[in-house]
């Protein structure tokens, strides 16, 4: 690899933060049985598809079968045999149940070389759309009026003339999922909503969040975020208003706190 390749640095970030979490990688490990994927190598494998923009965990196991540069990242020697796309997908959920993720990004941001990338006092916050893995035919009734699907595989559904919300209808699939509307004249989809910090000096992710896809969910997440920085001095931060439909008029986010500035 070439000497003044971007993943190299990346590379010693990231070995410095598994290393502080091989306690909690020790607690997945089972005695018995066949051998999983380790999660050292799972988490690297993650990280090469955010920033590469991997579509799909499939295509990345394909680059992982010929890319050497996807190869020497993740730790897989030439002859290694690539992991199967189900295998690694469930060990990647129970990685996130483990809550090891958040505490690898966490190891990530305590780590000095990248706290001095790092802005203390200006940040902007954005949230984005998330659909969920469930259909619009999930949603139905939940005091289980309601016709379903016809038979099949993909059966129809008829909704015309059926008034649907929140709060007379959820999805039997996916029942957290909520029918939301990203703007005015756009379909209103089941969905979540992901949130995230980011600083301005280098644009870089300091929070994260993912909630139920409500009207005041991104400024709620927000001001969860803003308060886990640590610190007690004011701070600016920037963000949109984030307006549900246009029926709201003009409102502003509410006040931040008494040590931080808001900018709309």
Request: hydrophobic share 35%.
């Amino acid at each position: 690899m070439p000497l003044d390749h971007p993943l190299r640095p990346i590379q010693k970030i990231v070995d410095e933060a598994l290393g502080a979490l091989t306690g909690e990688f020790e607690k997945l490990y089972a005695k018995l049985g066949r051998p999983s994927i380790p999660p050292e190598k799972l988490l690297r494998a993650l990280l090469l598809q955010a920033f590469y923009s991997v579509r799909s965990e499939r295509q990345l196991m394909e680059q992982l079968g010929y890319n050497l540069l996807f190869r020497w990242f993740v730790g897989l020697s030439l002859d290694a045999v690539v992991w199967d796309v189900t295998v690694f997908t469930k060990n990647r959920e129970r990685l996130i149940d483990g809550d090891i993720a958040s505490k690898f990004m966490a190891a990530v941001l305590n780590q000095e070389r990248v706290k001095t990338l790092l802005s203390d006092d200006h940040f902007s916050v954005d949230g984005t759309l998330i659909e969920a893995w469930a259909s619009m035919k999930s949603f139905r009734p939940k005091d289980g009026s309601g016709e379903p699907p016809t038979p099949g595989r993909n059966g129809e559904r008829d909704f015309h003339g059926e008034k649907r919300s929140n709060e007379t209808h959820a999805s039997v699939t996916d029942p957290d999922a909520r029918l939301y509307r990203k703007g005015p004249g756009q379909p209103a989809k089941l969905a979540y909503l992901g949130h995230v910090l980011m600083e301005n000096r280098h644009a870089l992710v300091v929070g994260t969040r993912l909630t139920p896809a409500t009207g005041t969910a991104e400024r709620e997440a927000a001001l969860e975020m803003v308060a886990a920085r640590p610190g007690n001095h004011r701070i600016t931060l920037g963000a949109d208003k984030s307006l549900p439909s246009r029926k709201r008029g003009p409102t502003m986010w509410p006040s931040l706190s008494p040590t931080c500035g808001g900018t709309t």
